[in-house]
């Protein structure tokens, strides 16, 4: 697992908390994306700091910046989702007990 600073533990709770089931599996059908006015409200963090921290995440392959769609599959904007399974294991790692 790569190291993770405490601010990059705090996201990914986040992430867990938002796109794992209860069982500590990915919720790859039904996932919502994660914003950044989201992860905001979760983490207490500002969104200008989060932006440097979720793209750490990113370039070390944990997450991922996902286009979002309606019910019509019409592109309706992006957000970022765990990968699988790298993300998704190291938070199931992390967190679930």
């Known amino acids: 697992m790569p190291k993770l600073t405490d601010v990059q533990n705090t996201i990914l709770k986040a ?7 209860d069982e500590g599996y990915f919720n790859d059908d039904e996932t919502p ?18 932006q ?3 793209r750490e995440l ?13 019910q019509d599959y019409v592109p ?14 190291i938070v199931r790692e992390l967190f679930f007990t």
């Open 33 to 50: 994306l994660m914003l950044y006015s989201r992860l905001e409200e979760k983490t207490g963090i500002k969104k200008a700091y989060l």
């Open 58 to 70: 990113r370039n070390m392959g944990i997450l991922w910046l996902a286009q979002a769609v309606d």
């Open 15 to 21: 992430f867990f908390d938002l796109q794992m089931t």
């Open 76 to 89: 309706s904007g992006s957000g970022w989702c765990l990968t699988d399974p790298k993300g998704v294991d």
């Open 52 to 54: 440097i921290e979720v």
